[in-house]
């Protein structure tokens, strides 16, 4: 019913920049939280920013001062602006979407992730 479509990861070195773009697609109504998670190779999935449909946002304090995130509500895309990267910041990054439907139902959906990988 709803595609997550994730791009923008890659090879960076440390104190490099990317930017993640995530655009969501299907029986969409609208959309109320947007975000981004992470999961380093044996580590658990965790948050790394979200943002409410009227933007709202919080961070995780390991990216804070560092990351930027965004969305475009008419285009149902998010972005996160990853600056100052380290390598501690590898990982495969997720985007996560609470959705409303035409068909009134809400749901949660996860894109296929994008990884991102900081070369110290």
């Known amino acids: 019913q709803v595609q997550l479509v994730e791009s923008g990861g890659g090879l960076v070195q440390a104190g490099g920049s990317l930017r993640l773009s995530c655009a969501a697609s299907g029986s969409i109504f609208s959309i109320n939280i947007m975000g981004w998670y992470r999961q380093a190779p044996g580590k658990q999935r965790e948050l790394v920013a979200r943002i409410t449909s009227d933007g709202n946002t919080n961070y995780a304090d390991s990216v804070k001062g560092r990351f930027t995130i965004s969305r475009d509500n008419a285009k149902n895309t998010v972005y996160l602006q990853m600056t100052s990267l380290k390598p501690e910041d590898t990982a495969v990054y997720y985007c996560?979407?609470?959705?409303?439907?035409?068909?009134?139902?809400?749901?949660?959906?996860w894109g296929q992730g994008t990884q991102v990988t900081v070369s110290s």
């Open positions: 996560n979407a609470d959705v409303y439907l035409w068909s009134s139902d809400y749901a949660d959906y």
